[in-house]
């Protein structure tokens, strides 16, 4: 069984630093790539960054590349969002995600696995 929740998110001023976790179950860690995704108020679920199954590939939307990183720990069944130099464009629900692929280096589209959420509010 896919489990996926987040943590993490939380009220940080411009400019400021957080970093999201998602604890997957030990299976989904072993055998997905992970995403993260957001969700803006009245906008639709866009994607954030990706990391392949081993690690060796990642990917970022172009709104957080040089800010966000991803990273996964799959002894531990975590993977990490480090994000820095946040905007209150950045406020959204973020989503964690397994069972996307890549194509090629570049993220193609998310798995049908999702958490539940964790809120992530810059103020300006």
């Known amino acids: 069984q896919v489990q996926l929740v987040e943590s993490g998110g939380g009220l940080v001023q411009f400019g400021g630093s957080l970093t999201l976790s998602c604890a997957a179950s030990?299976?989904?860690?072993?055998?997905?790539?992970m995403s993260w995704y957001r969700q803006a108020p009245g906008k639709g679920r866009e994607f954030v960054a990706a990391?392949?199954?081993?690690?060796?590939?990642?990917d970022y939307a172009d709104a957080v590349l040089g800010r966000f990183s991803i990273s996964r720990a799959r002894a531990k069944n975590t993977v990490n969002l480090q994000m820095s130099n946040l905007r209150p464009e950045d406020t959204a629900v973020y989503y964690c995600?397994?069972?996307?692929?890549?194509?090629?280096?570049?993220?193609?589209?998310?798995?049908?696995?999702w958490g539940q959420g964790t809120q992530v509010t810059v103020s300006s």
């Open positions: 995600n397994a069972g996307g692929d890549f194509v090629g280096s570049q993220w193609h589209s998310p798995g049908d696995y």
């Open positions: 990391v392949s199954l081993f690690g060796a590939s990642e």
């Open positions: 030990a299976s989904t860690s072993r055998n997905y790539a």
